[in-house]
């Protein structure tokens, strides 16, 4: 019999008594459902149900009939994320605490903005490869890499918890964990974010976020999906970055993760955002600024200044607001575009930086 691979590697002939359908590429539900017998059409009206409609279980599928819909319960389920928390912020923002089916949790944050923009956090990881030491995530260290149907399950979860008329209209993997760390997870879930037959979003309003792995930044900018690339660069000088992030600045230190981003392909109009994460003392100085502006010469890019978020036990302070400002000046006086990120959901831990699984039990 011929064999396919999955997503995950496994046989489908042997493997599992019920196959999980959001474990499956379009092209493998396709052919898994054309083994039962069913004609093409037919996938993409169960594609339709699952990425469309947000069908929490094949009987809500009303247009297959009755006979079909047992069928593929007895062959398939929809795997689902147990919902442990959600809470909302007096902001509007929402913070979901996840369980994975081992047990592991992970955390997905919702976040509401002007003009009717809903941005979903998603995370990639439980815990985090990286011991960034500003970050909570880090503190749990690497839990596991979560698969493609666990990263996208955060977006349906979150969607099917929604009234129909709000639909989530960005996606940023900037949630728990490297995302760059676990590549071809990320890859297939951003080409089902952004597929017609997925969730159809605009690739433009996909964004993954990297600490700095080269190498993967490489890899997926030469890749099929054409996302948005947020890199986290949070300072200035070598000895600075391998203070705040040490694994990921010994393995790129800066010259080497500049000189990269200078030679990216970038399509046109793309930027590159530049993270930078604003710690007292540390990294906040005009004299950064002013390296800043160096660093990023001749590189098409952004600059998003992120308001340190404190929690219990943090090693920084967060920059006060006014020289927050004066960082941002220096970098408009010298023509580079800066944003600063308003901080969104602190009330409920819900930040950068602030996600984690071990204060929820
Ligand atoms: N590992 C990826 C994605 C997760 S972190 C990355 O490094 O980009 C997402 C963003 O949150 C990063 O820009 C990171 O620098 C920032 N961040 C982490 N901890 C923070 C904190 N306590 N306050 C503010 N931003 C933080």
Redesign the pocket.
Known sequence: MMQIQTTENKDLNTLPAKQNLLALSFEEVTLFLSRLGWKRYRSEQVLSWIYKQFAADFESMTNLSKSDRRLLSEKAVLSHLKVVTHQKSSDGTEKFLFELADGKQIETVLIRSEKKRRTL?IS?QAG?T?D?N?????QEGLKRNLRVDEIINQFLSVQATLPDEESITNV??????????NLNAVTAACERMISPMGLNLASRRVTV????LIPQIKTLIAGPVSVNL?????ATTDEIRSRI?PK?NRLYPLKELMAACRALPLPPRRSITF????LSGINDSLEDAARLVQLVKGIQCKI?L??????PG?L?Q?TPDGQILRFQDWLHQHKIRTTI?K?KGRDILA?????TSEFEN
């Open positions: 956090c990639s985090c990286l960034c500003f970050c909570l995530t880090a940023v993997l900037m949630g728990m964990g490297e995302p760059l760390a976020s990297t600490a700095g947020s890199i986290s660069l949070n992030m990921v993270e930078y994460v604003m998003n992120i308001p340190f978020n404190a929690y943090a920084y967060p990120r901080s930040a950068c930086g602030q996600l």
